[in-house]
């Protein structure tokens, strides 16, 4: 089993460009996060899913959509890249309400 | 609202050190509470939780305790060794909003 994968692990764009992070999980799990981690910083949660069909802002979710078309799939969209928005992006899931948290390896993003 | 506060790096010790990494925490409600280490170039991984006031998390030799009276969750190890140099983050949940400290890096010298 792979987990949570996350692709790309490293982009760099140009303030303005667009761009998909895409997350997928095999575990079947309902939630699905993504957090934002900035230099020296803990994780600021963007978005989160509790099932297929299912989204709902977290702290810090302007500048960024996402979708979750099937359980696998829960890609993060950046419309208009700011620099603001350089950050290494994690995504995670879980299997229930009070479970832990499996987070996949990270995709680290430059916006110049 | 919700929110974690735990103790600024970084932290350097010896091997076989006694480690402590202080957190606190606000909530509105009835937060899990968790431990996570990251390793270089790579995602969180769960180290330890509590879910209810005055629980032991433990694992690999860490171990923290839920004080509901201080709402405080602090990281204890009795023996650090090399292997355990990394950042480590105290995160609560409450419902679907889950909150991390700023992590804490821990390097430990042979």
């Known amino acids: 089993n792979a987990g949570v994968t996350q692709t790309p692990k490293f982009r760099i764009l140009k303030i303005g460009q667009s761009m998909t992070l895409q997350c997928t999980q095999d575990?079947?799990?309902?939630?699905m996060y993504w957090y934002r981690q900035d230099p020296g910083m803990g994780l600021k949660l963007i978005y989160y899913s509790v099932g297929a069909g299912i989204t709902d802002k977290g702290e810090v979710p302007n500048g960024y959509n996402v979708s979750r078309s099937t359980t696998e799939d829960f890609p993060l969209r950046l419309e208009l890249a700011a620099p603001s928005q350089t950050s290494v992006y994690f995504c995670?899931?879980?299997?229930?309400?009070?479970?832990?948290?499996?987070f996949g390896p990270g995709t680290r993003l430059t916006v110049l | 609202g919700n929110s974690v506060t735990q103790m600024e790096g970084p932290v350097t010790l010896s091997e076989e050190a006694f480690l402590t990494i202080n957190c606190t925490y606000t909530a509105t409600g009835y937060p899990s509470l968790f431990w996570y280490v990251q390793y270089p170039g790579e995602g969180l991984q769960l180290l330890l939780k509590a879910t209810k006031a005055d629980d032991k998390g433990s694992n690999k030799g860490f171990e923290a305790t839920y004080r509901k009276e201080t709402t405080s969750f602090h990281l204890e190890k009795g023996s650090v060794q090399v292997s355990d140099s990394a950042v480590y983050f105290c995160?609560?949940?409450?419902?679907?909003?889950?909150?991390f400290g700023a992590g804490t890096r821990l390097t430990v010298k042979p």
């Open positions: 995670a899931n879980q299997k229930g309400t009070t479970d832990t948290q499996y």
């Open positions: 575990m079947n799990h309902n939630y």
């Open positions: 995160a609560l949940r409450v419902g679907n909003d889950m909150r």
